[in-house]
């Protein structure tokens, strides 16, 4: 199934399809104050964020399991 800018989910991660857990998405349904997300301290690389569809591009946010499965990955394969 492809997916196309009107069918991504900002509450999403467009890599796994999992809950991203974006503070700011639940603020903007809710109208609730949230803390920072915790995406705002978190490092995404150039590499990783290449991975994603491209009308998924600052739409949606990578879930931290995927970051932390990539920067795994990237270690590992670190010599």
């Known amino acids: 199934m492809q997916t196309t800018a009107l ?3 900002p509450t999403r991660c467009p890599l796994c399809g999992g809950d991203n857990r974006c503070a700011m ?3 903007k349904a809710t109208g609730e104050p949230q803390p920072p997300c915790w995406c705002v301290t978190a490092t995404f690389t150039p590499d990783l ?3 994603l569809p491209a ?3 600052g739409q949606a946010c990578i879930c ?3 970051l ?3 920067n795994a ?3 590992e394969s670190t010599p």
Do not use: G, K
């Open 7 to 9: 069918s991504i989910d």
């Open 25 to 27: 998405e639940v603020e």
């Open 49 to 51: 964020l290449a991975r």
């Open 55 to 57: 009308e998924a591009q």
């Open 64 to 66: 931290a399991r995927c």
């Open 68 to 70: 932390a499965r990539f």
């Open 73 to 75: 990955n990237t270690q």
